[in-house]
């Protein structure tokens, strides 16, 4: 996949890094030429130093054959151009960087696919992890309509040594919740369980719920034998 990414900042070159790693081919574009040498003598992408939101760079950064585009400039405002842009331009598929609320609209209708909060993520962030300090990782969908969390599971959970399918019939495990992801332990891949699978001391489990739900599904997880 050929992705293209305006800014050369920390989260532009993070990204790039990551992307080249997973085996994509990557172009970067900044004003800044240190951040551009940057890019491709250390993440390994191409990179090409003028504005992003100029129609010549982007044409020779080879923005009619990217798959993907990720708008992560210093600003909104640039971002929002940068992602116009890349709808005329026919990009398939678009992400942006956004820091002000206002501008969700705006990314939306210009043509961004996916708009990520930089603000709203740090706080969501940080708010799960002051009231879920046991949860390892949560993550939002659907405008946060859906979480899944990622729970580790104690000698004295209630729930070890049952099944899933078990735990999904316990009227007390909340309706609508799913284990989808079980890893027995620390170094073992991630499997996706299936009715049969039994819980262990040490693993952990990947689980999809409701947001109202939360708390009721960390207590029975949790719950002592």
Do not use: W
């Given at each position: 996949?050929?992705?293209?990414?305006?800014?050369?900042?920390?989260?532009?070159?993070?990204?790039?890094?990551?992307?080249?790693?997973?085996?994509?081919?990557?172009?970067?574009?900044?004003?800044?030429?240190?951040?551009?040498?940057?890019?491709?003598?250390?993440?390994?992408?191409?990179?090409?130093e003028g504005s992003?939101?100029?129609?010549?760079?982007?044409?020779?950064?080879?923005?009619?054959?990217?798959?993907?585009?990720?708008?992560?400039?210093?600003?909104?405002?640039?971002?929002?151009?940068?992602?116009?842009?890349?709808?005329?331009?026919?990009?398939?598929?678009?992400?942006?960087?956004?820091?002000?609320?206002?501008?969700?609209?705006p990314l939306r209708?210009?043509?961004?696919?996916?708009?990520?909060?930089?603000?709203?993520?740090?706080?969501?962030t940080m708010v799960?992890?002051?009231?879920?300090?046991?949860?390892?990782?949560?993550?939002?969908?659907?405008?946060?309509?859906?979480?899944?969390?990622?729970?580790?599971?104690?000698?004295?959970?209630?729930?070890?040594?049952?099944?899933?399918?078990?735990?999904?019939?316990?009227?007390?495990?909340?309706?609508?919740?799913?284990?989808?992801?079980?890893?027995?332990?620390?170094?073992?891949?991630?499997?996706?369980?299936?009715?049969?699978?039994?819980?262990?001391?040490?693993?952990?489990?990947?689980?999809?719920?409701?947001?109202?739900?939360?708390?009721?599904?960390?207590?029975?997880?949790?719950?002592?034998?």
């Open positions: 996949m050929y992705v293209l990414i305006g800014g050369a900042g920390l989260v532009g070159l993070s990204l790039a890094k990551k992307l080249v790693e997973l085996g994509h081919t990557v172009a970067v574009i900044d004003i800044d030429p240190t951040a551009c040498r940057y890019a491709r003598e250390q993440v390994g992408a191409m990179a090409f992003a939101v100029s129609t010549e760079v982007l044409l020779e950064a080879g923005i009619r054959k990217a798959n993907s585009l990720a708008a992560v400039l210093r600003s909104d405002a640039l971002n929002l151009a940068m992602v116009t842009l890349a709808k005329h331009y026919g990009v398939p598929h678009i992400l942006s960087r956004m820091r002000h609320p206002d501008f969700a609209e209708l210009s043509g961004a696919n996916h708009i990520i909060s930089t603000v709203e993520l740090s706080v969501s799960n992890a002051i009231e879920y300090p046991q949860v390892e990782s949560m993550m939002h969908f659907e405008q946060g309509q859906i979480e899944v969390l990622k729970l580790g599971i104690s000698n004295n959970c209630y729930v070890v040594g049952h099944s899933v399918a078990e735990i999904a019939q316990d009227f007390r495990f909340p309706t609508g919740s799913l284990i989808i992801g079980y890893q027995p332990h620390p170094h073992d891949d991630l499997m996706i369980p299936n009715g049969s699978t039994v819980l262990e001391p040490g693993s952990t489990v990947l689980i999809v719920t409701k947001p109202h739900c939360l708390h009721q599904v960390i207590d029975f997880i949790e719950g002592c034998k």
